[in-house]
């Protein structure tokens, strides 16, 4: 028996045209970003994906110079693609599910800012660390 | 029973930052089925809110919505327990049992009367006095009357609660009926599903405590986040719908080359539910992705609309406008840019001024 004789074929599923139309959702979403500074998200959870279109997306939009990973209740990945402005954005939750999967088209992905509370608290933490050195 | 604190006390307490809360905040987003960039104004609200008192009665059911909502992803059963809410009464879940238990329910009902969310599944049947579903030798329909008086509003999980469901089959020989049709002076929203998604459950759950109200409801009480449009309406194979498509068997061609399964029973087109694109297991896939057809889980009277491998008569649809913009430019371009519209909106306001609650509540 060869491989030849299983009736299972691998097809190519890859052109119901999701990444097309997404591709073109990004490049106005871009547009309005140099023109207006607009940021925006897109939530690929909420988009229906064919089995392939997925890694399909990933492929097209490929992989740039920056990516920077968080460590807070799981971790979170997020990279610029090969279109600079244009973020992949995956949350994971401390079981490693993915939690949120988003494309920002932005300079810097909010969540990568840090916080005014954090901030303040770090502060404090300093204030405190420098008083008991006295 | 402590007093209820904020999420943000609770936080602030465990050491979890600001972001950490934010990250959160944008799941729950995507969870709510809400515009992405909606996580601050989430957050905002969210970290102020203290934690209500929640009591889950399970009546004439298989304890699948439970089993489906502890299999929760996002965030974690655990957070949503211990953070978000104040789980006082679960007889599956719950430590305590026999009168210790009954007592809880009965503590949280005094203490919280007026405040709690009750949140039942299974149906609740009528013959004979109710005699066919009894918990500590009270009737469900007596301890639903009673858990109803003081609730703020009433969840009905899973198709059994919502509309009667596989009780309620013919010949319905307890008499099954639904929790709307015996309470009618309460807020009660339906999620449907046999079970329902578990991040519908929680989605759901976060969307109460984020705006203090229940979510917008389709005409079967459903929240139309997540109930708003069909299976086939958001399905991957559409397309193949659309181009006349079909898998005849489940084992030729057509099957193999994952085209639509309209002919072999698919009740996408008669069926509200995410789980186009919220899946199952984690976000991994959902019937039709694995060669099933939907079986119309989330509708009522599902068990009794004929077999689930009967084609649907005709379509339910008006097909003629989305074959029109799929010759401009393809039906899986039609059917997405369609959800995108929802983001673009948002897009809009957040470029004129910083997004509310308020604004999402217009949505």
Known sequence: MS??????????????????????????????FITQGETSMIDLKSLPFAPAEYEGLRTALGRGEASARLETIGDSELYETHYPGVWWVTHYNVEGDVIADLIEIAAVPAI????PEDVRDGLERLQQQLSQKE | MTEHETLEQRLHEQGISRRSFLKFCAAMATMMALPPGSA??????????????VIWLSFQECTGCTESLTRSHSPTLESMIFDMVSLDYHHTLQAASGFAAEQAREDAMKEFHGQYLL??????PLKDGGIYSTIAGRTNLNMLLEAAQGAAAIVAVGSCAAFGGLPNAQPNPTGAVAVSDIIKDKPIINISGCPPIPAV????????????ALPALDDQGRPKAF??????DRCYRRPFYDQGKFAKTFDDEGARNGWCLYELGCKGPTTHNACATTKWNGGT?????????CIGCSEPKFWDAGSFYAPLPAPTADVSSVAQAAAVVGAAAAVIVGAIDRGKKTAA??????????????N
């Open chain 1, 3 to 32: 491989i030849d004789d299983i009736s299972i074929k691998v097809t190519d599923l890859h052109s119901i045209g999701s990444i097309d139309a997404l591709l073109n959702e990004i490049a106005t979403r871009l547009q309005r």
């Open chain 2, 119 to 124: 949140l039942v599944d299974g149906s609740i």
């Open chain 2, 40 to 53: 601050s104004a989430i957050a905002a609200t969210l970290a102020k809110v203290k934690r209500p008192s």
């Open chain 2, 285 to 293: 896939s959902f019937p039709i992705e694995s060669g099933h057809g």
């Open chain 1, 112 to 115: 990568l800012h840090s916080q």
């Open chain 2, 349 to 362: 306001q957040q470029s004129r001024k910083k997004l509310t609650v308020d604004d999402l509540k217009g």
């Open chain 2, 201 to 212: 459950i929680t989605g759901v759950l976060a969307h109460y405590l984020t705006f203090g």
């Open chain 2, 227 to 232: 109930y708003g449009e069909t299976i086939h």
